[in-house]
T-cell receptor, first 115, second 112 residues
């Protein structure tokens, strides 16, 4: 596609439910990033893939958060047993390289609301 | 470690006036610096970036920023504001690894 796409755009979950958020990066981009953006805050780094390898997951807030990119393209961020503090916009970005001087292209985000 | 401070969560300027959004950074290594813009319900778009080349960086939509090491600043400017510039702006820093650290953002309001 022309850009990074994310689905669903909006997700409402009851506390305790599991959710899965999908990211389709720009075709051919080897690097993929997940960020969490709480209301009124800037995006915060969660995790980073280069192809199918998860090279950095230091930003994942708890072991309830899990990300995968099994074929080096589409990625899924899974949150188990959702809590109210998980409510945020989850942003995905991709780039042709993992180097920060190479531009990251962002998707529109998935807004997760946990009731 | 890296961090970013954006001064002013909201800035209002009149249409046609100078836009100045302030950003100060902290980095233990030579930094890469970025400004991103976010329109409502859209993803972030890169405006410009500093990667140790020229200290005055020109970006899209008439924006520019100057890297001042002595002041640890990377302020964003535009000579003449347009209504379409109303958005949220994020300053960000990277130390050269995969992480980009974002500031809390500044919402720019343009007054007619």
């Amino acid at each position: 596609g022309a850009g990074v796409s994310q689905s669903p755009r909006y997700k409402v979950a009851k506390r305790g439910q599991d959710v899965a958020l999908r990211c389709d990066p720009i075709s051919g981009h080897v690097s993929l990033f997940w960020y969490q953006q709480a209301l009124g805050q800037g995006p915060e780094f969660l995790t980073y893939f280069q192809n199918e390898a998860q090279l950095d997951k230091s930003g994942l807030p708890s072991d309830r958060f899990f990300a995968e990119r099994p074929e080096g393209s589409v990625s899924t961020l899974k949150i188990q047993r959702t809590q109210q503090e998980d409510s945020a916009v989850y942003l995905c970005a991709s780039s042709s390289s993992g180097q920060p001087r190479v531009e990251q292209f962002f998707g529109p985000g998935t807004r997760l609301t946990v009731l | 470690a890296q961090s970013v401070t954006q001064l002013g969560s909201h800035v209002s300027v009149s249409e046609g006036a100078l836009v100045l959004l302030r950003c100060n950074y902290s980095s233990s290594v030579p930094p890469y610096l970025f400004w991103y813009v976010q329109y409502p319900n859209q993803g972030l778009q890169l405006l410009l970036k500093y990667t140790s080349a020229a200290t005055l960086v020109k970006g899209i939509n008439g924006f520019e920023a100057e890297f001042k090491k002595s002041e640890t600043s990377f302020h964003l400017t535009k000579p003449s504001a347009h209504m379409s510039d109303a958005a949220e702006y994020f300053c960000a820093v990277s130390g050269g690894d995969d992480k980009i650290i974002f500031g809390k953002g500044t919402r720019l309001h343009i007054l007619p």
